[in-house]
């Protein structure tokens, strides 16, 4: 079984629409996460998430949103997409916050907006 | 979360050890010494992470400097799989902020 899984691995969508990236962790971890790595490689964080607390990267525009129906997923929504959100967005689960744990990956979600 | 530094890119033979450097001068008492690493179109992928003392898994080794103020992740013998990028990254209580990392070439 895949420990942190996301859907759909690529997506396709013009400027304008509103799209949904979903992630399925199982290993029982407390907090969940989004990063987004760009052209460039730069890998750069954008939400972290537990049951109690959403921390928002201050950079990320409002147009991104996560939604966590509960604690083994992590969706992540997007309104009115735009060129540059073209990426390849990964989820990851930590069993909690602290430094001590390790964070496991998914395998990402390319994203081309045309 | 305290900043690391690492060379741009090293180059190992293939069944030989490998030794990426990483320093940290300004790490707290708290943080916590992460590696991962990112294979080509994959995800990042955990390695290995310490406090104070060396540490050993099956993927590597993670030698500490006494005053913490730099380590150093051991392949003990690199195949052409382990070609990736590696980051070290200090961890405290905030996620995960990935630099630009090493980027690591095994030759045949």
């Known amino acids: 079984d895949t420990a942190v899984s996301q859907t759909p691995k690529y997506l396709v969508t013009q400027m304008g629409n509103d799209k949904s990236i979903k992630c399925e962790q199982n290993l029982g971890h407390d907090t969940m996460y989004w990063y987004k790595q760009d052209s460039k490689k730069f890998l750069k964080i954008m939400f972290s998430?537990?049951?109690?607390?959403?921390?928002i990267n201050e950079t990320v525009p409002n147009r991104f949103s996560p939604k966590s129906p509960d604690k083994a997923h992590l969706n992540l929504h997007i309104n009115s997409l735009e060129l540059g959100d073209s990426a390849v967005y990964f989820c990851a689960s930590s069993r909690d916050g602290r430094g001590g744990y390790g964070y496991t990956f998914g395998s990402g979600t390319r994203l081309t907006v045309v | 979360d305290a900043k690391t530094t690492q060379p741009n890119s090293m180059e190992s033979n293939e069944e030989e050890p490998v030794h990426l450097p990483c320093n940290h001068s300004t790490i707290s008492g708290t943080d916590y010494i992460h590696w991962y690493r990112q294979l080509p179109s994959q995800g990042p992928e955990y390695v290995i992470h310490?406090?104070?003392s060396n540490v050993n898994n099956r993927m590597a080794s993670l030698a500490i400097a006494e005053d913490r103020k730099s380590s150093t992740l051991i392949l003990h013998r690199a195949t052409l799989r382990d070609a990736a990028v590696y980051y070290c990254i200090l961890k405290g209580n905030t996620p995960l902020v990935f630099g630009k990392g090493t980027r690591l070439s095994v030759i045949a």
């Open positions: 998430y537990n049951n109690k607390e959403l921390i």
């Open positions: 310490g406090l104070t």
